[in-house]
């Protein structure tokens, strides 16, 4: 079955750090760029973040400076180191492929959603 799975939500305090997961299954990772997009409650869906196949990558201008986006082949899983959490960073936080990645802009999603992972920023 072809799927990625978001994992690594959880409730932390202004400040905080957490490392969301997205692991695959039934395809290699590291032969498609992936992205991590973002849904605040009643808000849009928005891309925060993306790495390509040759290590290129994005962040939105609200994440940069605090976000890192890394890839481990042998885990085929694609990490989203978060520092420095706000408030303003609650949400439901999705994996993605993507239609490449580059520094400029965040692309569109290519594959399917995952179920997503919770993360609340809150004292």
């Known amino acids: 079955q072809v799927q990625l799975v978001e994992s690594g939500g959880g409730l932390v305090q202004p400040g905080g750090s957490l490392r969301l997961s997205c692991t695959a299954s039934?395809?290699?990772?590291?032969?498609?760029?992936i992205g991590w997009f973002r849904q605040a409650p009643g808000k849009e869906r928005e891309g925060v973040s993306c790495i390509s196949r040759d290590g290129t990558t994005y962040y939105a201008n609200s994440v940069k400076g605090r976000f890192a986006i890394s890839g481990d082949n042998a885990e085929n899983t694609v990490y989203l180191q978060m520092n420095n959490l706000k408030p303003e960073d609650t949400a439901v936080y999705y994996c993605a492929t993507t239609f490449g990645c580059t520094v400029t802009r965040m692309p569109e999603r290519a594959g399917s959603w995952g179920q997503g992972t919770q993360v609340t920023v809150s004292s």
């Open positions: 039934g395809f290699t990772l590291a032969y498609y760029a």
